[in-house]
């Protein structure tokens, strides 16, 4: 795809991003009244997601993003789990939406609550925002999200990496997520997405078509018996194995 080619293509695909977002946004307002009455699915998080999903799906096969889903089998039908995935660019959250045939929130960094109408749309879908700049606030909200993890048994996704690699190269990894499955004792459900780095990447705002995949990996189980500090360095070293093992895998078979 020449230069002037891939501009019109990134134009294109960019005006379909805001209609749809804009879009999804209007009709989880119109609905919304509804699922208060309980004429509609009540849970209004859930609901905001699906919203989205129509459009999603659309985009993908409009704008030749063929996306592939691996070890789906490998994920909970219902109980609580931690999600953790190697992170390559911004599509990487719609393609686990896409692929997560259940609710699950993202961890995301706090800059984009601030964000007009994006802001709102986080809060709406229960997705979570931390400061990563106050490790005393991170930390308060990472107790908060361990406490309805177990007692709502809500299941959240974490990029581990903390921001989206450069290179594809699956960098160092956060203590955040695991901290959480030590607290919790949810299962972790290793990721990996290969391919949207070349359909966007983290330094551009050029798009251009690509095949995109996802694996995912057996649960990894925290175990009560091992000292804290310990076990969170287990988790770590583990699932990041398990996601370059994933992702060495999807390269391969390219």
């Not at 998080?45 to 699906?50: E, G, K, L, T, Y």
């Not at 229960?126 to 990563?132: E, L, S, V």
């Not at 290793?190 to 551009?204: R, T």
Request: glycine letters at 4%; a positive charge; proline letters at 6%.
């Amino acid at each position: 795809m020449n230069s002037i080619l891939q501009w019109l293509y990134t134009c294109i695909v960019w005006i379909y991003c805001a209609f749809a977002f804009i879009s999804h946004f209007i009709i989880f307002l119109l609905l919304f009244p509804l699922s208060k009455l309980k004429l509609i699915e009540p849970d209004s998080q859930w609901m905001s997601i699906q919203c989205s999903k129509p459009f999603l799906k659309f985009g993908f096969w409009a704008f030749n993003f063929p996306l592939e889903i691996r070890g789906q089998d490998n994920l909970p039908k219902s109980a609580p789990m931690i999600l953790v995935s190697n992170h390559q660019s911004h599509l990487d959250i719609l393609i686990i939406q896409l692929s997560v045939p259940r609710k699950i929130a993202f961890v995301a960094k706090k800059e984009l609550s601030r964000v007009p109408i994006l802001g709102w749309d986080i809060t709406l879908q229960g997705h979570i925002t931390i400061d990563r700049n106050d490790r005393k606030k991170a930390m308060s909200v990472l107790e908060k999200l361990a406490h309805e993890i177990r007692d709502s048994h809500k299941s959240v996704l974490l990029f581990p990496e903390g921001t989206r690699s450069l290179t594809g190269k699956i960098g160092e990894f956060k203590k955040g997520a695991f901290i959480l499955a030590q607290k919790t004792k949810a299962p972790l459900i290793p990721a990996a997405i290969h391919g949207s780095i070349n359909v966007l990447s983290k330094k551009s705002l050029k798009m251009k078509p690509g095949k995109m995949i996802i694996s995912f990996g057996k649960p990894i189980f925290p175990n009560s018996n091992t000292p804290e500090r310990d076990e969170i360095t287990r988790l770590s070293d583990e699932s990041k194995q398990s996601i370059e093992n994933l992702y060495s895998e999807l390269k391969a078979s390219l």
